[in-house]
């Protein structure tokens, strides 16, 4: 018997439908509606109560509970209606079984990739992370793909394969970061007095942490200046104030103590000979 054949025998004529089994269908959405929500309050605040759950797991679990309890209750109003739910099934089988051959694949890899990510939590909600390429703080993890919002408050939607098979750089698991700010001095300034200015401009600032001490490393002998880092580390929620302010107190600090900061330059050597 072919799929619509199948689909055929499930359909009621709409002269066979009565007006009491209309009635009585529309009764039971309603209350199977309310019903459904209740169910996934309940749900959600049983998760809430278990404290080792952390927040992604839950909304995942939530949301997987929801799609899963919707088709039940539309299962249950096709049969109000008297249609054959169990041909249905068998229908919705078969098309299932034929959208699979055509790259069902797919959502099958992507919903698996969704269980793993919410298991094993290489990210989570609230994070600052870099998938494939494209950074933002995690919004949540659905069944089918991971929701990020970027810093310019566009929103992207990333299928959970591509989280699952990329590498994950997470800005904000850890508690502390290391902020580096990168600055250039003529070969003709004191690079001693250099190297103290700097020192002392990041144990000047507040959100920079004693421990490890902040340190300056002569990271490069550049074409038109010497390459200095300057490297301290924060609190992860401080790391761009800290940044920001370095980098513009840095400016300030080496111009008050007569460090030059060279613009790049070229000498070029003509041959008046020729």
């Known amino acids: 018997m072919e799929i619509v054949d199948i689909l055929n025998t499930t359909t009621v004529p709409l002269s066979e439908i009565t007006l009491e089994q209309v009635v009585l269908a529309v009764i039971v959405a309603v209350i199977g509606w309310i019903v459904v929500r209740v169910l996934i309050s309940a749900f959600t605040k049983a998760l809430s109560r278990v404290s ?7 909304e995942f679990l939530v949301r997987f509970l929801s799609v899963l309890l919707y088709v039940i209750l539309v299962l ?7 249609v054959d739910v169990s041909s249905v099934v068998l229908g919705l089988s078969a098309v299932i079984g034929l959208i699979l051959g055509f790259g069902l694949q797919d959502t099958i890899t992507n919903l698996a990739a969704g269980v793993w990510v919410a298991a094993l939590r290489p990210i989570d909600k609230g994070e600052f992370v870099e998938i494939n390429g494209i950074s933002g703080t995690v919004a949540s993890v659905g069944i089918m793909a991971t929701e990020l919002v970027k810093a310019d408050n566009t929103y992207i939607t990333i299928p959970n394969s591509l989280v699952w098979g990329s590498p994950v750089i997470n800005s904000s698991r850890m508690d502390t970061r290391r902020v580096e700010v990168k600055v250039g001095i003529a070969y003709d300034s004191d690079l001693d007095l250099a190297i103290r200015v700097a020192t002392d401009l990041m144990a000047a600032n507040e959100a920079v942490l004693p ?3 902040p340190a300056v490393v002569v990271s490069e002998l550049g074409d038109s200046s010497v390459n200095l880092s300057l490297r301290a580390w924060t609190e992860t929620p401080d790391y761009w104030r800290v940044r920001g302010d370095l980098t513009r107190d840095i400016l300030r600090a080496f111009r008050e103590n007569g460090v030059e900061i060279p613009f790049p330059q070229v000498d070029v050597h003509l041959d008046r000979t020729q």
């Open 52 to 58: 080792h759950l952390p927040e992604l797991v839950i």
């Open 76 to 82: 249950v109003v096709l049969a109000t209606l008297g």
């Open 211 to 213: 421990s490890p001490k």
